[in-house]
C-alpha cells in the first residue's frame, strides 16, 4: 500500500534535502531517474544467455528411459527442454525461443491442442508411421523433415510404426512469455479428427526438397568445392510463422560458416554429419541430431568435418519487424 496521499503530500513538501525525497518517492512507487539502482541503456546488447551445446546421445538415452516409467497419459508431451543456465531459468533456449528433444514411443497418441505460441518439429529418428496432425491435417513425420504447427492450430502427434520416433521442438513461448498474449487449449476429443493426407503441404518441408535444391545448385556452379563458405538457403516459411526465419546450412567437407555478432537469436539442429564449432568463444565438437544455442550478440564458427548440414531458426524476422536488427560493423 501508498502511504494515502495527503499524509504523502505534506511529507514531500516538508522535505529538507534531496536525499529525503528518494524513500518518500519510494513509497510511491515512483523512481528519481537519476538515482535508479541500474542502468536502463547500454552501449551495446549484453545478454545474459550463454552459448550452449547439447548432446543427442545423451538426450535419446534420457528420453528412453523416461519413457521406462512415464507414458503420453501421464505427460500430454515427453520431452526435454534445453534451457540455458541464467539466473532461475529453466525453460529458455534462447531469449525468444525454446527448444526440446521429444519422442513418443509405438502406439502412443500426444493428445491435440492448441495455443498462440508458434512451433515447429525437426524430425532426428522416425519410421513411416510416425505422424503430426494440424487442423486435421495428417502429415507424415520423417527423418530430416520439418513440420510446422503455426500459433493457433489444433495440432497432436502419433506413432503406428514399430520404432522410437524422436524430433526437435522449437517454440517461440518464450516470446510470448515476454509479450504476455499466451493462450493455451487441449481438445476436447482424445483423438483428432483427420481430414486430409497430403501427398504436399505448406507445413511440410520435406528432405528430400532440400537435399535436390542443394543438389540443384551444386550443378549450377553456385555453390561447390571452390568454396570455403557453407551454402545456406531459407525454407518458405514466414507465411506461416511470422516469428521465425528458418534455414539450412550445407556444408561440404571442411567448409565453414561463420556467424557475425547480430542482434538475431538462434538455435542450430545438426540435420546430418560432424565437426567442431566456437560459439562465443566456447569450443564444442557436434554431430547429427546435437543442437547449439548462440544467444543475441554472440558471434560463431563451425566447420564441417564431412559433408553435413544444419537447420537452425531463429527470430531475425522479429527483430526487422520491430526495427531492431543490427549487426556488428566489419572492421
Ligand atoms: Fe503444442
Request: glycine share 6%.
Amino acid at each position: 500500500m501508498t502511504t494515502p496521499l495527503p499524509q504523502a503530500l505534506k511529507s514531500l513538501s516538508s522535505a529538507t534535502q534531496l536525499d529525503e525525497l528518494y524513500p518518500l518517492l519510494d513509497q510511491q512507487r515512483l523512481t528519481a531517474g537519476w538515482h535508479k539502482k541500474r542502468a536502463s541503456l547500454w552501449k551495446s546488447p549484453k545478454t545474459q544467455f550463454q552459448p550452449m551445446y547439447w548432446s543427442y546421445e545423451l538426450g535419446k538415452v534420457a528420453l528412453d528411459q523416461a519413457g521406462r516409467w512415464m507414458d503420453t497419459e501421464f505427460a500430454e508431451r515427453r520431452n526435454l527442454l534445453l534451457f540455458n543456465p541464467v539466473g532461475d531459468n529453466d525453460y529458455d533456449t534462447v531469449r525468444t525461443l525454446v527448444a526440446a528433444y521429444q519422442m513418443i514411443k509405438p502406439g502412443e497418441y500426444a493428445k491435440p491442442h492448441w495455443h498462440t505460441p508458434n512451433a515447429l518439429r525437426f524430425v532426428l529418428e522416425a519410421k513411416p508411421g510416425a505422424f503430426s496432425v494440424v487442423d486435421g491435417v495428417k502429415l507424415p513425420m520423417l527423418p530430416g523433415d520439418v513440420l510446422l504447427t503455426p500459433g493457433g492450430s489444433m495440432h497432436s502427434h502419433y506413432n503406428e510404426s514399430d520404432a522410437c520416433a524422436y524430433w526437435i521442438d522449437i517454440l517461440d513461448v518464450p516470446l510470448v512469455h515476454l509479450l504476455e498474449p499466451m493462450f493455451f487449449e487441449p481438445s476436447h476429443q482424445a483423438l483428432q479428427d483427420v481430414i486430409d493426407e497430403p501427398d504436399e503441404h505448406a507445413y511440410w518441408f520435406k528432405e528430400a526438397d532440400v537435399l535436390s535444391h542443394f543438389e540443384s545448385v551444386q550443378r549450377l556452379g553456385q555453390t561447390g568445392l571452390q568454396s570455403s563458405d557453407a551454402y545456406t538457403h531459407a525454407l518458405n516459411s514466414q507465411a506461416h510463422i511470422v516469428t521465425q526465419s528458418l534455414n539450412y546450412h550445407h556444408f561440404l567437407a571442411e567448409q565453414t560458416l561463420a556467424i557475425p555478432k547480430t542482434t538475431v537469436s538462434r538455435i542450430f539442429c545438426v540435420a546430418s554429419g560432424s565437426g567442431e564449432a566456437e560459439l562465443g568463444g566456447v569450443k564444442c565438437l557436434w554431430k547429427t541430431g546435437d543442437v547449439m544455442a548462440l544467444p543475441s550478440w554472440t558471434s560463431a564458427t563451425f566447420k564441417a568435418a564431412e559433408p553435413s548440414r544444419f537447420f537452425e531458426v531463429n527470430d531475425r524476422p522479429v527483430l526487422d519487424k520491430l526495427g531492431l536488427f543490427r549487426q556488428e560493423p566489419h572492421s
